[in-house]
DNA sequence: TGTACATCAGTGAACGCGCGTTCACTGATGTAC
DNA sequence: TGTACATCAGTGAACGCGCGTTCACTGATGTAC
């Protein structure tokens, strides 16, 4: 009572199946990798026959697609709850780095699925295609997790980056976040006394990165 | 004639089952993924009972950790290389990361196996492992990979970096390079008018992240 | 140089398995009158 | 309120497939004498 849970069913019907497949896809996904999912198993942890599931997805593809794109939303979630927050804005700045390898580290189901290397089908959804559009410039409002980002640097540097796109910033933030939560995620960050957790990690380097690019640095080097 | 060809095969017995297999699963890989490759078929591209490969391997994941360790070598040679040839440190170490965003570009099914989230097992191998080694500080001679990276940031910068570790500036620029190199791969770096190439993005972060951590630079902010 | 023999790297057939997907079906639900 | 019927979401059995792996085997190679 209370929470919904996946595998109640009541009756012939579940009810929630659609919802019920991408819930257990999700925690299928986190635990064995997006290569172990399969569609036998998390029909039968649904309590229903893996042919149903195609009442609700064309395949074992397309369920796949719709948890990334979930993953999104989520991401995109969060990534607006941190922005939006209390704090100057460097400090919520800071907050959408932390947010995003919390997400990347609580849901390795969705990440994974976000950003495994997709079939041979188009890229109908990624970061920056329909859920995440790069916009080309500012002005309409930021539904995607990156226009999220482009919208925070502007933000928390109003001054701007010396002519610098704050595109082109946001692509340097959300690549160093990308690759430490897949690296931490692999087991492939090295931990031991001195070296510093991923979040020192990302924090440091965002400021470097954002740092690096503000007026009167870009001269020396 | 002249250079060896993995499909060559002449009588009986193959001579180099065991390279041949290991160059066939890169190309496999680079083109299918990691999850498309299969013994069997790369059996029978290098023109040999699938059984034939129990004599060299244990199996699948001996195989695939063959070719991991292969493209860790590979990788470290490139760097190495890189960091050996002429020009100012800065130079060198500029093309370091050129060589490292060439090697994910060039060798894909290396890269992959590489950072492939491996399986249950051990991970014997991997970047920071036997092959690649972190030093509990400078001294010994630099084996892999990543240890270059710290020799060639102590080299470029002798001046230190105010305090800072080397080794955390290199697990920045690692990063960096790993993201960018990841999200080119899978076709998530968006392109356009006004948006950087992967190239540019690596050198103005490496930049930036080095630059940030100089001494004088980190009382800002 | 020739023969006997040990060693090794292949063969080929077979295995058990579990996958994604299909199909005709049936039980449950909702709606019209 | 009750009945007839359309719609929908499940069932369960079966499919073809291709995978990784095993096994007893055999052809080729190299070495001792």
Chains 1, 2 share one sequence.
Not at 102 to 129: H, L, Q
Not at 178 to 188: F, K, N, R, S
Not at 198 to 207: I, P, S
Request: proline letters at 5%.
């Amino acid at each position: 009572m209370g929470h919904w849970h996946p595998f109640d069913r009541r009756g012939y019907h579940h009810g929630n199946l659609k919802e019920a497949l991408i819930e257990v896809a999700r925690r299928f996904i986190a635990e064995r990798g997006i290569g172990g999912f399969t569609l036998a198993d998390a029909a039968k942890l649904v309590g229903v026959t893996p042919a149903a599931l195609y009442r609700h997805f064309r395949g074992r593809e397309a369920l796949l697609a719709e948890v990334a794109g979930r993953g999104f939303d989520d991401l995109a979630a969060r990534l607006a709850r941190a922005l939006k927050g209390p704090g100057t804005p460097l400090e919520r700045f800071t907050r959408m780095g932390e947010a995003y390898l919390a997400f990347a580290e609580e849901e390795p189901g969705y990440y994974a699925a976000m950003f495994a290397p997709r079939g041979k089908e188009e890229d109908a959804c990624g970061p920056w295609g329909a859920r995440f559009a790069v916009q080309a410039d500012g002005g309409e409002e930021a539904h995607g997790a990156f226009d999220l980002l482009v919208k925070a640097l502007r933000e928390t540097f109003p001054e701007g980056f010396g002519g610098v796109d704050a595109r082109f910033i946001a692509l340097e933030v959300w690549a160093l976040s990308h690759g430490i939560a897949t690296l931490a995620a692999a087991g492939q960050l090295p931990t031991g006394p001195g070296l510093p957790s991923k979040h020192e990690l990302l924090r440091a380097g965002v400021l470097a990165l954002v740092h690096g690019a503000l007026p009167g640095r870009r001269e020396a080097l």
